[in-house]
């Protein structure tokens, strides 16, 4: 089992007020053990948030009109993130 405080390779930050916050994003880090979930209050993209679920993967922003397209895309960012590092 991982150790859940510690910071992964890859950062998946949520804003609380934001649609994606809803959704068990906790499990990404069962999914990719590289991966750490961050839960904030606030990220400062209001406009976004207020019509879009989003995420940021690695300080990317990962988004979509649904939190189900979200979250698969933000699979994907974190594949190509974790890939990118393999390369690296």
């Avoid at 998946?12 to 839960?39: A, H, K």
Wanted: proline share 2%; net charge negative; with cysteine.
């Amino acid at each position: 089992m991982r150790d859940r405080d510690m910071i992964g390779l890859v950062t998946v930050e949520v804003c609380e007020s934001n649609v994606m916050s809803t959704l068990p994003l906790e499990v990404l880090e069962d999914e990719f053990p590289e991966v750490s979930v961050l839960r904030t209050e606030c990220l400062t993209r209001c406009g976004l948030c207020e019509h879009n679920a989003y995420v940021y993967v690695n300080g990317h922003i990962v988004y979509a009109k649904d939190a189900q397209t979200c979250l698969a895309r933000a699979k994907e960012r974190i594949a190509f993130e974790l890939r990118w590092l393999q390369d690296s």
